[in-house]
Protein backbone atom coordinates (compact mmCIF):
# COMPACT_ATOMS: atom_id res chain seq x y z
CA UNK A 1 0.00 0.00 0.00
CA UNK A 2 0.84 3.69 -0.57
CA UNK A 3 0.64 6.59 0.32
CA UNK A 4 0.32 7.74 -3.11
CA UNK A 5 -3.66 7.40 -2.88
CA UNK A 6 -4.62 8.82 0.04
CA UNK A 7 -7.62 10.78 0.22
CA UNK A 8 -5.96 14.03 1.66
CA UNK A 9 -4.64 14.01 -2.35
CA UNK A 10 -7.09 15.36 -4.66
CA UNK A 11 -6.65 13.04 -7.85
CA UNK A 12 -5.33 10.11 -8.83
CA UNK A 13 -2.74 9.60 -11.38
CA UNK A 14 -0.46 6.46 -12.17
CA UNK A 15 1.59 5.14 -15.17
CA UNK A 16 4.06 3.50 -16.85
CA UNK A 17 6.90 2.36 -19.51
CA UNK A 18 10.00 0.59 -19.60
CA UNK A 19 12.63 -1.00 -21.24
CA UNK A 20 14.46 -3.76 -22.77
CA UNK A 21 16.44 -7.02 -21.19
CA UNK A 22 20.05 -7.04 -21.64
CA UNK A 23 21.64 -8.39 -24.68
CA UNK A 24 18.10 -7.39 -26.34
CA UNK A 25 17.14 -10.94 -25.64
CA UNK A 26 13.06 -10.99 -25.23
CA UNK A 27 11.75 -11.53 -21.80
CA UNK A 28 10.46 -14.97 -20.71
CA UNK A 29 6.55 -15.72 -21.54
CA UNK A 30 4.77 -18.54 -19.66
CA UNK A 31 1.58 -20.03 -21.14
CA UNK A 32 0.19 -18.83 -24.30
CA UNK A 33 0.53 -15.19 -24.99
CA UNK A 34 -2.24 -13.66 -26.92
CA UNK A 35 -1.44 -11.16 -29.79
CA UNK A 36 -2.76 -7.39 -29.71
CA UNK A 37 -5.36 -8.53 -32.81
CA UNK A 38 -6.63 -11.83 -30.96
CA UNK A 39 -10.24 -12.70 -30.96
CA UNK A 40 -12.33 -13.16 -27.63
CA UNK A 41 -13.33 -16.58 -27.01
CA UNK A 42 -16.50 -16.45 -29.35
CA UNK A 43 -14.35 -15.43 -32.21
CA UNK A 44 -15.16 -11.85 -32.70
CA UNK A 45 -12.36 -9.25 -33.09
CA UNK A 46 -11.81 -7.49 -29.57
CA UNK A 47 -11.81 -3.43 -29.42
CA UNK A 48 -10.27 -1.15 -27.16
CA UNK A 49 -13.21 1.27 -25.46
CA UNK A 50 -12.77 4.79 -26.64
CA UNK A 51 -10.88 6.10 -23.23
CA UNK A 52 -11.16 9.91 -22.65
CA UNK A 53 -7.33 10.50 -22.27
CA UNK A 54 -4.85 12.46 -24.35
CA UNK A 55 -0.81 11.05 -24.03
CA UNK A 56 1.62 13.14 -25.55
CA UNK A 57 5.34 12.77 -25.90
CA UNK A 58 8.04 14.94 -27.63
CA UNK A 59 11.16 12.06 -27.98
CA UNK A 60 12.43 12.49 -31.82
CA UNK A 61 14.79 15.07 -33.12
CA UNK A 62 12.15 16.89 -34.70
CA UNK A 63 10.27 17.13 -31.67
CA UNK A 64 13.31 18.47 -30.22
CA UNK A 65 13.75 21.10 -32.99
CA UNK A 66 10.10 22.28 -32.57
CA UNK A 67 10.85 23.67 -29.22
CA UNK A 68 11.77 27.00 -28.75
CA UNK A 69 15.72 27.04 -27.06
CA UNK A 70 17.52 28.68 -25.29
CA UNK A 71 21.15 27.24 -24.52
CA UNK A 72 19.72 24.01 -25.04
CA UNK A 73 20.61 21.71 -28.18
CA UNK A 74 17.92 18.97 -29.76
CA UNK A 75 21.14 15.85 -30.46
CA UNK A 76 20.37 13.40 -32.99
CA UNK A 77 21.23 9.62 -32.78
CA UNK A 78 20.01 6.78 -31.71
CA UNK A 79 18.34 8.40 -28.53
CA UNK A 80 17.57 11.60 -29.74
CA UNK A 81 18.00 14.22 -26.83
CA UNK A 82 18.01 17.97 -25.98
CA UNK A 83 20.76 18.62 -23.96
CA UNK A 84 22.80 22.39 -22.43
CA UNK A 85 25.08 23.88 -24.96
CA UNK A 86 25.63 27.19 -23.07
CA UNK A 87 23.99 29.00 -20.37
CA UNK A 88 21.43 30.90 -20.72
CA UNK A 89 22.24 32.26 -17.14
CA UNK A 90 22.32 31.52 -13.82
CA UNK A 91 20.45 31.62 -10.66
CA UNK A 92 20.20 30.60 -6.68
CA UNK A 93 18.23 28.21 -5.42
CA UNK A 94 17.22 27.67 -2.17
CA UNK A 95 16.84 23.71 -1.22
CA UNK A 96 14.01 24.18 1.24
CA UNK A 97 15.16 20.86 2.11
CA UNK A 98 18.67 21.27 3.32
CA UNK A 99 18.55 24.91 3.64
CA UNK A 100 21.39 25.40 1.96
CA UNK A 101 21.86 27.62 -0.99
CA UNK A 102 23.75 27.08 -4.05
CA UNK A 103 24.11 28.94 -7.79
CA UNK A 104 23.98 26.83 -10.87
CA UNK A 105 23.71 27.81 -14.99
CA UNK A 106 20.56 27.26 -16.26
CA UNK A 107 19.40 26.41 -19.93
CA UNK A 108 15.68 26.09 -20.89
CA UNK A 109 13.40 24.28 -23.90
CA UNK A 110 9.89 25.42 -24.19
CA UNK A 111 7.57 22.96 -26.31
CA UNK A 112 5.32 23.62 -28.61
CA UNK A 113 1.37 24.33 -27.87
CA UNK A 114 -0.25 20.80 -27.70
CA UNK A 115 -4.15 21.31 -28.20
CA UNK A 116 -6.08 17.78 -26.25
CA UNK A 117 -7.94 15.76 -28.30
CA UNK A 118 -9.88 15.49 -25.42
CA UNK A 119 -10.71 18.22 -23.11
CA UNK A 120 -9.38 17.61 -19.92
CA UNK A 121 -9.78 17.96 -15.94
CA UNK A 122 -6.53 16.60 -15.14
CA UNK A 123 -2.40 16.75 -16.18
CA UNK A 124 0.14 14.12 -15.41
CA UNK A 125 3.41 15.38 -16.79
CA UNK A 126 6.32 12.61 -17.29
CA UNK A 127 9.53 12.36 -18.58
CA UNK A 128 12.68 10.13 -18.92
CA UNK A 129 16.95 11.91 -18.25
CA UNK A 130 20.46 11.51 -17.22
CA UNK A 131 21.54 13.82 -14.80
CA UNK A 132 25.32 13.12 -14.29
CA UNK A 133 26.53 14.85 -10.31
CA UNK A 134 26.52 18.18 -10.39
CA UNK A 135 23.11 18.87 -12.83
CA UNK A 136 19.26 18.52 -11.95
CA UNK A 137 16.19 19.56 -14.13
CA UNK A 138 12.97 21.55 -13.55
CA UNK A 139 9.15 20.17 -15.81
CA UNK A 140 6.94 23.06 -16.06
CA UNK A 141 3.23 22.87 -17.37
CA UNK A 142 0.98 25.96 -18.62
CA UNK A 143 -2.09 24.96 -19.23
CA UNK A 144 -4.72 26.59 -21.46
CA UNK A 145 -8.60 26.64 -20.06
CA UNK A 146 -11.37 26.14 -22.24
CA UNK A 147 -12.33 29.85 -21.91
CA UNK A 148 -9.28 30.93 -23.50
CA UNK A 149 -7.17 31.87 -20.21
CA UNK A 150 -4.13 30.34 -19.44
CA UNK A 151 -2.92 28.94 -15.87
CA UNK A 152 0.45 30.25 -14.51
CA UNK A 153 3.59 28.10 -15.27
CA UNK A 154 2.93 25.14 -13.00
CA UNK A 155 6.40 23.22 -11.53
CA UNK A 156 5.52 19.55 -11.61
CA UNK A 157 8.88 18.22 -10.27
CA UNK A 158 12.67 19.10 -9.23
CA UNK A 159 13.67 16.34 -10.22
CA UNK A 160 17.96 14.53 -10.06
CA UNK A 161 18.33 10.24 -10.51
CA UNK A 162 20.86 11.17 -7.25
CA UNK A 163 19.99 13.24 -3.73
CA UNK A 164 23.74 15.02 -3.42
CA UNK A 165 22.63 17.92 -5.44
CA UNK A 166 19.83 19.17 -4.52
CA UNK A 167 16.62 16.97 -2.64
CA UNK A 168 13.50 15.73 -5.19
CA UNK A 169 10.88 17.60 -4.94
CA UNK A 170 7.02 18.14 -5.77
CA UNK A 171 6.04 21.83 -4.92
CA UNK A 172 3.04 22.65 -2.81
CA UNK A 173 0.98 25.33 -2.83
CA UNK A 174 0.48 25.89 -6.55
CA UNK A 175 -3.18 27.12 -7.77
CA UNK A 176 -5.00 30.17 -9.52
CA UNK A 177 -8.33 29.50 -7.73
CA UNK A 178 -9.66 27.61 -10.67
CA UNK A 179 -7.26 24.76 -10.95
CA UNK A 180 -4.29 23.18 -8.34
CA UNK A 181 -1.52 21.07 -8.59
CA UNK A 182 -1.52 18.08 -6.08
CA UNK A 183 2.05 16.65 -5.40
CA UNK A 184 2.27 15.48 -9.37
CA UNK A 185 -1.36 15.94 -10.92
CA UNK A 186 -2.77 19.55 -11.87
CA UNK A 187 -6.35 19.21 -11.34
CA UNK A 188 -9.45 21.75 -12.31
CA UNK A 189 -10.54 22.75 -8.79
CA UNK A 190 -14.38 22.17 -9.98
CA UNK A 191 -14.84 19.39 -12.53
CA UNK A 192 -18.84 20.45 -12.46
CA UNK A 193 -18.56 23.86 -13.64
CA UNK A 194 -17.59 22.62 -16.91
CA UNK A 195 -13.98 23.89 -17.06
CA UNK A 196 -11.44 22.20 -18.86
CA UNK A 197 -7.63 22.28 -20.22
CA UNK A 198 -8.12 22.62 -23.92
CA UNK A 199 -3.84 22.37 -24.60
CA UNK A 200 -1.05 22.58 -22.70
CA UNK A 201 2.47 23.59 -23.11
CA UNK A 202 5.55 21.98 -21.37
CA UNK A 203 9.16 23.58 -20.51
CA UNK A 204 12.30 22.37 -19.34
CA UNK A 205 14.84 24.00 -17.09
CA UNK A 206 18.19 22.25 -17.10
CA UNK A 207 20.67 23.58 -14.30
CA UNK A 208 24.53 22.15 -14.13
CA UNK A 209 27.39 23.59 -11.75
CA UNK A 210 28.80 27.19 -12.93
CA UNK A 211 31.89 26.44 -14.66
CA UNK A 212 31.57 22.80 -16.15
CA UNK A 213 30.35 21.14 -19.10
CA UNK A 214 27.89 18.92 -17.36
CA UNK A 215 24.80 18.85 -18.95
CA UNK A 216 21.98 16.50 -18.34
CA UNK A 217 20.22 15.06 -21.07
CA UNK A 218 16.46 14.30 -21.86
CA UNK A 219 14.98 11.87 -23.67
CA UNK A 220 11.29 12.20 -23.08
CA UNK A 221 8.95 14.37 -21.79
CA UNK A 222 5.02 14.24 -21.89
CA UNK A 223 2.01 14.73 -20.78
CA UNK A 224 -0.79 12.75 -19.92
CA UNK A 225 -4.57 14.86 -19.98
CA UNK A 226 -7.48 13.18 -19.12
CA UNK A 227 -11.33 13.75 -18.18
CA UNK A 228 -12.68 10.11 -16.01
CA UNK A 229 -16.38 10.58 -15.64
CA UNK A 230 -17.12 10.13 -11.68
CA UNK A 231 -18.50 6.52 -11.62
CA UNK A 232 -18.57 3.63 -8.70
CA UNK A 233 -18.69 0.85 -11.29
CA UNK A 234 -17.44 0.11 -14.70
CA UNK A 235 -18.70 -1.86 -17.94
CA UNK A 236 -17.74 -5.17 -18.00
CA UNK A 237 -14.97 -6.13 -20.58
CA UNK A 238 -14.64 -9.64 -22.38
CA UNK A 239 -11.81 -11.84 -21.17
CA UNK A 240 -8.90 -12.70 -24.39
CA UNK A 241 -6.16 -15.46 -24.09
CA UNK A 242 -4.39 -16.27 -20.74
CA UNK A 243 -0.68 -15.75 -20.70
CA UNK A 244 1.77 -15.18 -18.07
CA UNK A 245 5.04 -13.00 -18.07
CA UNK A 246 7.70 -13.91 -15.61
CA UNK A 247 8.33 -10.88 -13.17
CA UNK A 248 10.75 -11.31 -10.52
CA UNK A 249 8.61 -10.52 -6.93
CA UNK A 250 9.33 -8.68 -4.16
CA UNK A 251 7.41 -8.20 -1.07
CA UNK A 252 7.44 -4.58 0.15
CA UNK A 253 6.85 -6.04 4.14
CA UNK A 254 9.65 -7.44 4.59
CA UNK A 255 11.40 -3.78 4.51
CA UNK A 256 8.93 -2.24 7.47
CA UNK A 257 10.74 -0.05 9.34
CA UNK A 258 13.86 0.35 7.26
CA UNK A 259 15.04 3.67 6.53
CA UNK A 260 12.57 5.91 8.24
CA UNK A 261 14.08 8.57 6.40
CA UNK A 262 12.54 7.21 3.22
CA UNK A 263 8.75 6.75 4.99
CA UNK A 264 9.62 3.53 6.92
CA UNK A 265 9.80 0.56 4.46
CA UNK A 266 6.54 -1.94 4.79
CA UNK A 267 3.39 -0.46 3.06
CA UNK A 268 4.76 3.31 2.34
CA UNK A 269 6.86 1.42 -0.19
CA UNK A 270 4.64 -0.47 -3.27
CA UNK A 271 5.47 1.50 -5.44
CA UNK A 272 9.00 1.45 -5.81
CA UNK A 273 8.71 -2.19 -5.07
CA UNK A 274 6.30 -2.78 -7.87
CA UNK A 275 8.95 -0.46 -9.99
CA UNK A 276 12.11 -2.67 -9.09
CA UNK A 277 10.24 -6.02 -10.08
CA UNK A 278 9.31 -4.34 -13.75
CA UNK A 279 12.74 -3.28 -14.14
CA UNK A 280 14.60 -6.31 -13.22
CA UNK A 281 11.90 -7.69 -15.83
CA UNK A 282 13.38 -6.00 -18.31
CA UNK A 283 17.23 -6.93 -17.58
CA UNK A 284 17.66 -3.44 -15.32
CA UNK A 285 20.62 -4.53 -12.32
CA UNK A 286 21.74 -2.53 -9.86
CA UNK A 287 25.90 -3.02 -8.92
CA UNK A 288 27.23 -3.85 -5.83
CA UNK A 289 28.63 -0.59 -5.96
CA UNK A 290 25.50 1.27 -5.86
CA UNK A 291 24.02 -1.06 -3.51
CA UNK A 292 27.21 -0.46 -0.90
CA UNK A 293 24.53 2.21 1.39
CA UNK A 294 22.28 -0.03 2.01
CA UNK A 295 22.62 -1.79 5.45
CA UNK A 296 23.91 -5.81 4.56
CA UNK A 297 21.14 -7.34 7.09
CA UNK A 298 18.36 -6.30 4.92
CA UNK A 299 17.56 -8.77 2.03
CA UNK A 300 16.31 -7.45 -1.66
CA UNK A 301 18.83 -3.98 -0.89
CA UNK A 302 17.70 -3.32 -4.45
CA UNK A 303 13.76 -2.50 -3.19
CA UNK A 304 15.62 0.04 -0.25
CA UNK A 305 17.79 1.98 -3.18
CA UNK A 306 14.56 2.01 -5.21
CA UNK A 307 12.70 3.78 -2.32
CA UNK A 308 15.68 6.19 -1.99
CA UNK A 309 15.81 7.03 -5.30
CA UNK A 310 11.76 7.90 -5.82
CA UNK A 311 11.71 9.63 -2.83
CA UNK A 312 9.52 12.71 -2.96
CA UNK A 313 10.67 15.41 -0.33
CA UNK A 314 8.04 17.36 0.01
CA UNK A 315 5.71 14.71 -0.45
CA UNK A 316 7.51 12.43 2.08
CA UNK A 317 6.95 9.77 0.02
CA UNK A 318 7.78 7.02 -2.46
CA UNK A 319 4.38 7.15 -4.62
CA UNK A 320 4.96 10.07 -6.69
CA UNK A 321 4.09 8.99 -10.21
CA UNK A 322 6.46 10.64 -12.42
CA UNK A 323 9.31 10.45 -9.98
CA UNK A 324 8.80 6.68 -10.20
CA UNK A 325 9.21 6.51 -14.37
CA UNK A 326 11.94 8.74 -14.37
CA UNK A 327 14.04 6.06 -11.74
CA UNK A 328 12.89 3.40 -14.37
CA UNK A 329 14.70 4.98 -17.11
CA UNK A 330 17.25 5.37 -15.31
CA UNK A 331 18.29 2.11 -16.31
CA UNK A 332 20.11 1.19 -19.91
CA UNK A 333 17.76 0.98 -22.41
CA UNK A 334 14.61 1.67 -20.78
CA UNK A 335 11.38 3.96 -20.98
CA UNK A 336 9.19 4.66 -18.08
CA UNK A 337 5.54 7.33 -18.71
CA UNK A 338 2.44 7.39 -16.62
CA UNK A 339 -0.61 7.39 -18.15
CA UNK A 340 -4.32 5.91 -17.86
CA UNK A 341 -5.86 2.70 -19.85
CA UNK A 342 -9.50 2.35 -20.52
CA UNK A 343 -9.89 -1.56 -19.60
CA UNK A 344 -8.57 -4.35 -18.63
CA UNK A 345 -8.44 -5.20 -22.71
CA UNK A 346 -5.76 -2.53 -23.15
CA UNK A 347 -3.83 -4.56 -20.30
CA UNK A 348 -4.15 -8.32 -22.35
CA UNK A 349 -2.72 -6.10 -25.27
CA UNK A 350 0.35 -4.99 -23.69
CA UNK A 351 0.73 -8.40 -21.91
CA UNK A 352 0.29 -10.33 -25.09
CA UNK A 353 3.57 -8.07 -26.08
CA UNK A 354 5.46 -8.88 -23.72
CA UNK A 355 4.93 -5.56 -21.52
CA UNK A 356 3.79 -5.80 -17.65
CA UNK A 357 2.05 -2.78 -16.11
CA UNK A 358 2.00 -1.25 -12.44
CA UNK A 359 -1.90 -0.10 -11.72
CA UNK A 360 -2.74 2.22 -9.14
CA UNK A 361 -6.07 0.71 -6.85
CA UNK A 362 -8.05 1.65 -3.53
CA UNK A 363 -11.02 -0.66 -2.27
CA UNK A 364 -12.15 -1.97 0.88
CA UNK A 365 -11.09 -5.04 2.14
CA UNK A 366 -14.43 -6.84 1.51
CA UNK A 367 -13.99 -5.36 -2.50
CA UNK A 368 -10.93 -7.58 -3.88
CA UNK A 369 -11.41 -11.66 -2.80
CA UNK A 370 -7.94 -12.74 -1.57
CA UNK A 371 -6.30 -9.65 -0.78
CA UNK A 372 -6.40 -9.53 2.71
CA UNK A 373 -6.67 -5.96 3.06
CA UNK A 374 -8.29 -2.72 1.95
CA UNK A 375 -6.31 0.43 1.12
CA UNK A 376 -6.44 4.02 0.10
CA UNK A 377 -4.19 3.69 -2.77
CA UNK A 378 -1.69 0.99 -3.62
CA UNK A 379 0.50 -0.17 -6.82
CA UNK A 380 1.00 -4.05 -7.88
CA UNK A 381 1.82 -5.32 -10.95
CA UNK A 382 0.01 -6.94 -13.64
CA UNK A 383 1.92 -9.54 -15.15
CA UNK A 384 -0.93 -12.20 -16.99
CA UNK A 385 -4.12 -13.46 -17.15
CA UNK A 386 -5.42 -16.61 -16.82
CA UNK A 387 -7.57 -18.72 -19.10
CA UNK A 388 -11.07 -18.06 -17.66
CA UNK A 389 -9.55 -14.08 -17.76
CA UNK A 390 -8.71 -13.29 -14.07
CA UNK A 391 -5.27 -10.84 -13.20
CA UNK A 392 -2.30 -12.67 -12.28
CA UNK A 393 -0.81 -9.90 -10.30
CA UNK A 394 2.87 -9.58 -8.91
CA UNK A 395 0.95 -7.81 -5.28
CA UNK A 396 3.88 -6.46 -3.22
CA UNK A 397 1.67 -6.20 -0.12
CA UNK A 398 1.88 -9.76 0.35
CA UNK A 399 4.10 -11.18 3.78
CA UNK A 400 6.91 -12.71 1.40
CA UNK A 401 8.78 -12.69 -1.86
CA UNK A 402 7.51 -16.14 -2.28
CA UNK A 403 3.64 -15.18 -1.99
CA UNK A 404 3.72 -12.22 -4.14
CA UNK A 405 1.84 -13.82 -6.90
CA UNK A 406 -1.91 -13.57 -6.71
CA UNK A 407 -4.73 -13.99 -9.09
CA UNK A 408 -7.50 -11.78 -8.47
CA UNK A 409 -11.05 -11.80 -9.91
CA UNK A 410 -11.17 -9.94 -13.13
CA UNK A 411 -14.96 -8.45 -12.21
CA UNK A 412 -13.49 -6.88 -8.74
CA UNK A 413 -10.00 -6.12 -10.17
CA UNK A 414 -11.72 -4.21 -13.17
CA UNK A 415 -13.90 -2.10 -11.19
CA UNK A 416 -11.64 -1.30 -8.41
CA UNK A 417 -8.81 -0.35 -10.58
CA UNK A 418 -10.95 1.53 -13.15
CA UNK A 419 -13.43 3.54 -11.67
CA UNK A 420 -12.95 6.57 -9.65
CA UNK A 421 -15.21 7.02 -6.88
CA UNK A 422 -15.71 4.13 -4.00
CA UNK A 423 -17.31 4.72 -0.79
CA UNK A 424 -15.66 3.83 2.46
CA UNK A 425 -16.77 2.30 5.70
CA UNK A 426 -17.85 5.53 6.52
CA UNK A 427 -19.93 6.19 3.28
CA UNK A 428 -17.94 8.85 2.39
CA UNK A 429 -16.79 9.11 -1.08
CA UNK A 430 -12.94 8.17 -1.77
CA UNK A 431 -10.98 8.43 -5.11
CA UNK A 432 -10.26 5.68 -7.80
CA UNK A 433 -7.99 6.09 -10.12
CA UNK A 434 -9.35 5.78 -13.11
CA UNK A 435 -7.05 3.41 -14.63
CA UNK A 436 -3.99 5.10 -13.81
CA UNK A 437 -0.73 3.17 -14.79
CA UNK A 438 2.81 3.49 -15.32
CA UNK A 439 4.33 1.67 -18.49
CA UNK A 440 8.17 0.56 -18.83
CA UNK A 441 8.91 -0.98 -21.92
CA UNK A 442 12.35 -0.78 -24.38
CA UNK A 443 13.81 2.75 -25.65
CA UNK A 444 13.98 0.67 -28.51
CA UNK A 445 10.77 -1.45 -28.57
CA UNK A 446 9.79 -4.37 -31.10
CA UNK A 447 7.34 -3.57 -33.91
CA UNK A 448 5.13 -5.83 -31.91
CA UNK A 449 5.77 -3.71 -28.82
CA UNK A 450 5.63 -0.62 -30.94
CA UNK A 451 1.76 -1.73 -31.53
CA UNK A 452 0.90 -2.61 -28.68
CA UNK A 453 1.78 0.74 -27.26
CA UNK A 454 0.72 2.38 -29.84
CA UNK A 455 -3.45 0.66 -29.26
CA UNK A 456 -2.87 2.09 -25.76
CA UNK A 457 -1.98 5.69 -26.95
CA UNK A 458 1.50 5.44 -25.90
CA UNK A 459 3.88 6.47 -28.79
Known amino acids: MSRAEQPSRRSVLAAAVAAATAGGAAPAVAATAPTAETPNAGGRPRTTPARPVDYRAWTTYTDWRSGTA???RAVAGVRPGLRMVRPAGATDYLDPHTGTTATWEYATWTGPAHRLTVPATEAVASWNAHTPAGTWLQVELRGTYSDGTDTPWYVMGRWAAGDQDIRRTSVDGQSDGRGTVWTDTFSVDDPASGLRLTAYRLRLTLYRRPGTTLTPTVWRIGAMGSDIPDRFTVPASTPGLAGEL??????????VGQYPEYDNGGEAWCSPTS??????YWGGRLTPEQLSWVDPS????QICHAARHTYDHQYAGCGNWPFNAAYAATFKDLQGVVTRLGSLTDLET?????IPAITSQSFLKTELTGAGYGTNGHLMTVIGFTAGGDVIANDPASPSDEAVRRVYRRREFENIWLRTKRYNASGKVASGSGGICYLY?????TAHQRKALAAVGVR
Open 350 to 354: LIAAG
Open 246 to 255: IVPRYSQEIH
Open 441 to 445: FPAHP
Open 298 to 301: YADP
Open 275 to 280: SQMIIE
Open 70 to 72: HGT
